[in-house]
């Protein structure tokens, strides 16, 4: 049984515009139209889309925050909008732009409030804090107040309070907003094992595409309220007509290569690049580009997924 499941779903928005010095008119606007998907227990699913697409109306539908305008949504078997409070005990909800901590008291303390509010049994609770101390390098910062956290810190701090009790399905908006190199590395190293030994389901939502790459095998790609895509990363590549590129070093600088499949479009010096779609093998192209031409050395690169979203958003391949 899916532990999302979203059917048909429509969240409409009344808003006021001025139409006149004195008068103000109400005009509905659509945010979620028509949306429907399901997730299955332990998955980690890509949520993606362009600013105003719906991901955050959607987050708040998920969770019981704002209710449905029509359709039917259910999360772990509950309704969130009549259900909220027992549903709040069964997920975990991370904002990268705002926190779940309190912002005055240590770390330690608003890990203690959290286990009082979700009832924790005082042995996993010691059990999870120590696990999450470790994998995510909080020792240092239990005694420090929240508000001298630096974002990195914060981010991970959240992370830990909303896997305390064990949720089955975690919420991420922007996990890794505004953090180093290293921390998004060590942050998405703990978000993969998390997932894996805990089969906590996780939808993620992310403008860092290579969160997408490294965490997810599924992403859904909204877009003006609606769901465009739903699929791997390399399906998602294919549709777009994405293509690899075999880039090829020869012994020294000759004409262009030609190969039935590919093509070339770019050549310096004894270096030259070919492309070919997504979806093919680039098994064929190497054999015949061996059979014909001496190679001193090759290389494949794969699509840039960010490409591929970025001609989805501009309205250029609509799914």
Request: charged residues 25%; aromatic residues 4%.
């Given at each position: 049984m899916p532990v999302i499941s979203v059917d048909g779903?429509?969240?409409?928005?009344?808003?006021?515009?001025?139409?006149?010095?004195?008068?103000?008119?109400?005009?509905?606007?659509?945010?979620?139209?028509?949306?429907?998907?399901?997730?299955?227990?332990?998955?980690?699913?890509?949520?993606?889309?362009?600013?105003?697409?719906?991901?955050?109306?959607?987050?708040?539908?998920?969770?019981?925050?704002?209710?449905?305008?029509?359709?039917?949504?259910?999360?772990a078997g509950l309704d969130p909008s009549r259900q909220r409070s027992e549903l709040a005990r069964r997920i975990g909800v991370v904002f990268g732009q705002r926190t779940t901590l309190w912002w005055d008291l240590p770390l330690r303390d608003s890990f203690e409030l959290l286990q009082r509010i979700y009832r924790i049994p005082a042995e996993r609770y010691r059990r999870n804090l120590a696990t999450f101390v470790d994998l995510l390098a909080l020792g240092p910062l239990l005694d420090s107040p929240v508000r001298q956290l630096s974002l990195g810190q914060r981010m991970r701090g959240d992370i830990a309070a909303a896997l305390l009790h064990d949720p089955e399905v975690v919420y991420l908006d922007e996990p890794t907003i505004g953090l180093d190199v290293v921390s998004k590395s060590q942050l998405r190293d703990f978000l993969r094992e998390t997932n894996a030994e805990r089969a906590v389901t996780v939808l993620l939502t992310t403008h860092d595409l290579v969160d997408i790459e490294?965490?997810?095998?599924?992403?859904?790609?909204?877009?003006?309220?609606?769901?465009?895509?739903?699929?791997?990363?390399?399906?998602?590549?294919?549709?777009?007509?994405?293509?690899?590129?075999?880039v090829v070093d020869l012994p020294d600088a000759a004409a262009p290569i030609e190969l039935a499949g590919a093509d070339t479009v770019k050549v310096v010096g004894p270096r030259q690049w070919l492309t070919f779609p997504a979806e093919a093998s680039a098994a064929p192209l190497i054999a015949e580009l061996s059979a014909r031409h001496r190679v001193a050395d090759l290389s494949i690169l794969e699509p840039n997924i960010e490409d591929v979203i970025t001609r989805i958003y501009s309205g250029r391949l609509r799914p």
């Open positions: 779903v429509r969240r409409d928005f009344t808003i006021r515009v001025k139409a006149g010095r004195w008068r103000r008119t109400r005009r509905v606007v659509t945010a979620v139209s028509d949306l429907s998907f399901s997730v299955e227990p332990g998955e980690m699913v890509g949520y993606i889309g362009p600013n105003g697409a719906g991901k955050s109306t959607t987050i708040k539908m998920l969770t019981g925050i704002l209710v449905p305008s029509a359709g039917r949504l259910e999360v490294r965490l997810c095998t599924r992403v859904m790609v909204i877009d003006r309220g609606s769901l465009v895509f739903d699929g791997g990363l390399d399906s998602l590549s294919g549709l777009a007509g994405a293509r690899r590129t075999l």
